[in-house]
């Protein structure tokens, strides 16, 4: 499955004007800065996403016996097989 991420564009020019008016820089340095944190914070997210979708499976260990086969089998009751 590929992960897509959409940007609130809204947000990031708001994030932008607030370092320019705060005398961060220019507008246009700020908006390339605050467009690069978001660049890399869309990254990592979509890098956790596909990290979780991977499962790791075990094996079990455990063999039944014949003994415990047919104890399972004979005890009279209904096993749903």
Avoid: C, H
Avoid at 3 to 26: C, D, E, H, M, P
Avoid at 50 to 79: D, H
């Amino acid at each position: 499955m590929k992960a897509t991420i959409t940007v609130n564009k809204s947000r990031l020019f708001q994030r932008a004007w607030y370092l320019t008016k705060n005398k961060y820089g220019s507008f246009a340095y700020n908006l390339r800065k605050v467009w690069a944190e978001m660049k890399k914070a869309i990254k990592d997210t979509i890098a956790k996403i596909e990290l979780s979708e991977t499962v790791q499976y075990t094996a079990t260990t455990w063999t039944p016996s014949p003994e415990t086969m047919y104890n399972y089998y004979n005890s009279n009751a209904y096993k749903g097989d």
